[in-house]
């Protein structure tokens, strides 16, 4: 007879609740983002004359805090890597990563970059070439200087950005069990607050950021698919057929949303690392290959060497509006996309260490970008400045959308190149707006849960689309720039609160741990060891699932049930509870400080290999045991109680309330 709990019934799915949201963040951004559009379709003149009163007001005012608040990010990130602060997972201490390293970098590179490699691969360390900040133009300093900026630009600053955000939300949410929102990250701050008008605020803000910074590298990816029509097929350059393929792509875009980050966020972002490996060694064989490894090298070299005074130049001996057309639009981008990006790496860096975490992401990305930097970067200039190819800087100073495609007319095999970029565009496309989709929507909904109707993250992804369109309507290329500057100023500021909030959160960790170690206990009066002959036999045996059910239930579920009574009887919240998954804890309440939590898990292990005898094919699962492990809130504590009596367990409860109230008297 099948089991009816097995398959959703009927009822079950005229129950499921048609909308999850968290009202005033759902309706507070959505309504925002109306306002927006409407205001740039009915008075698109007005809105590009403001977008560049905004733009003007940033760079002459708040230059200065873009630049020294990302530098901020880099050094704290770095320095939580090296610290002590470094061996902490993100994640309870017995938790593992869910994905292996290929699909985790995978992920990364498709997510954090995208679009932008696409566009300005060969467009930016041409245009700084051609017109440099301070070098003379088409000049060997001039390249020199192209690629470093080009390199400081998508660097390790970018990825920091995103590693303050991806950070916090990961420690809060996964090792806290705090909401996947922004908010989280100032618990510490603010404490219960968080689920207030400042907790609504602070995610309206993160919304707002992350969809005009999906909609501005949609503005770019749809220029860039536009160009690559024209070049192939002859396909009209022009706004309205932009807008046309926003809503085309945005149609893909949903169907991939709806699907998930499992059904089709991770597929598209490794199919977007095999495309772009492809056209990456394509480059390097067609181009001038032994030049390209050369530049490589010298390139991360000369990058390394300035790095503290690029991080700090502000142009300020030599004021110009350079700076806010590239480094201030980057800033403004990344941070822009960081509340995007950052919940999007968190949710795939679950079980890893903070150091392991910040190496992975400032590194390993950033090899990949500077490599695609290197070669069609590199390769453009060599072409301009040793094949004496002025065509392909003119094309690039005309309009970067075509850079790509002119720097392929110059290559063999340059159709199919051109096409294979046009695909990637696209590819980039999806995942970005798909990925920022479902950010958005959990941002509104709460962050507790991500099973939301899939009406809401068509909302977003729609709204995401609608939002690129107007934005090209009101100006174009610097529109897009406007809004995502703007945007990120707000922004900003949290991030720099959310760095203080999780070393606030840290530093009371190390405290508990050094607290943990130096508790004095109370003597115990008896200890009643096991005797040698049962602890022999358990050894030996190595107790099955039902044997340790069975002591969870009846001795584990006593000695718990006694301690919550005495704690109820003088006057302390304390409560038992079972679940489904073979676990069974205690929860002491402590009001605005930490809670107690003490479980104990029926936890599986595979047996040693000189028991293994029997050779059928299931014999694993026949000779699995288990053992009855005790977990506190931070995870696994990895010591077995089974075979225990009712007072050891209730002693080694009591040594572990007696260390957390010892953490708590020192933390006040």
Partial sequence: MTDPSAQPSQTDAENKPWIKVNPPVFIGAGGLCLLFVLFTVIMPKRAEGLFAAIQSWVLTSAGWFYILAVALFLIFVVGLAISGFGRIKLGPDHSEPDYSYTSWFAMLFSAGMGIGLMFFGVAEPVMHTMTPPVADPASADA???AMRITFFHWGVHAWAIYAVVALSLAYFAFRQGLPLTIRSAFYPLIGERIYGPIGHAVDIFAVLGTIFGVATSLGFGVMQVNAGLNYLFDVQISTWVQIGL?????????????????????RVSELNLILAVLLLVFVLIAGPTEYLLQTYVQNTGYYLSGLIETTFNLYAYEPSGWIGGWTLFYWGWWIAWSPFVGMFIARVSKGRTIREFVVGVLLVPVGFTFMWMTFFGNTGIHMILDEGITQLADAVAADTSLALFQFFEYLPFSTLASLLATILVV????TSSDSGSLVVDMLTSGGVDDDTPVWQRIFWSVTEGVIAAALLLAGGLTALQTATIASALPFAIIMLLMCWGLLK?????????????EAMLAPRVATNPVPWEKRLARIVRQPGREDVLAFIDSTVQSALQRVADQLEK????AAVGRD?????WLEVNHGTEQDFFYSVHAKPYSPPAFIMRDTRANRGEKLRYYHAEVYLKEGGQDYDIMGWSEEQVIADVLDQYEKHMYFLSAVR
């Fill in 143 to 145: 390249a020199r200087e």
């Fill in 246 to 266: 926003i809503a085309i792509i945005t149609v893909f875009a949903t169907i991939s949303v709806v699907m998930g980050l499992d059904g089709g966020i991770r």
């Fill in 427 to 430: 590819t980039f496309f999806v």
């Fill in 505 to 517: 959160a840290l530093r009371l960790e190390l405290v508990k741990r050094t607290s943990l170690k």
């Fill in 570 to 573: 003088v006057g302390v919240e």
């Fill in 580 to 584: 489904e998954k073979d676990r069974l």
